[in-house]
C-alpha cells in the first residue's frame, strides 16, 4: 500500500515504514504528525484518486529530526564590470518516518 501526500509544495509517494526528508515543520522532534492533504492511495489494484485531496484520508508520521541541507552556492558575475557577488544558502528540513496510512 502506498499514497502521495502534498506537504511543503511538493508531492511524496510514500508507504509504510519509509523515512523522507520534507520542507521544515515547525513540531518538536518526536513529536506524532498527521498529514491530511492526500492525493491518491494504492493498495494493490485499488486505487483511489482525489479532487484534488482524498475526503477522511489521512497520513499519519512521526519526526525523526530537523536538519540543514547541504550548502549550494550563487554566484553573480559580470564579465569586465569588476562585478561578483557570492552567496550561500542552507535549506533547512525535517526528517519523517511514515507509520501509517488510511484511505478513509
Known amino acids: 500500500m502506498y499514497a ?15 523515512t523522507l526528508k520534507v520542507e521544515k515543520i515547525a513540531a518538536e522532534a518526536g513529536a506524532s504528525l498527521e498529514l491530511d492533504q492526500l492525493l491518491m492511495v494504492a493498495d494493490g489494484e485499488d486505487i483511489k484518486v482525489g479532487k484534488p485531496y482524498l475526503n477522511g484520508g489521512k497520513v499519519t508520521a512521526t519526526i525523526k529530526s530537523h536538519g540543514r541541507g547541504k550548502k549550494i552556492r550563487i554566484i553573480k558575475f559580470r564579465r569586465r564590470k569588476h562585478y561578483l557577488k ?6 533547512g528540513f ?3 518516518e511514515i ?3 488510511n484511505a478513509g
Do not use: S
Open 4 to 18: 502521495v501526500i502534498r506537504t511543503g509544495g511538493k508531492q511524496y509517494r510514500v508507504a509504510e515504514g519509509d
Open 86 to 91: 557570492r552567496q550561500g544558502h542552507r535549506q
Open 94 to 96: 525535517t526528517e519523517l
Open 99 to 101: 507509520t501509517g496510512i
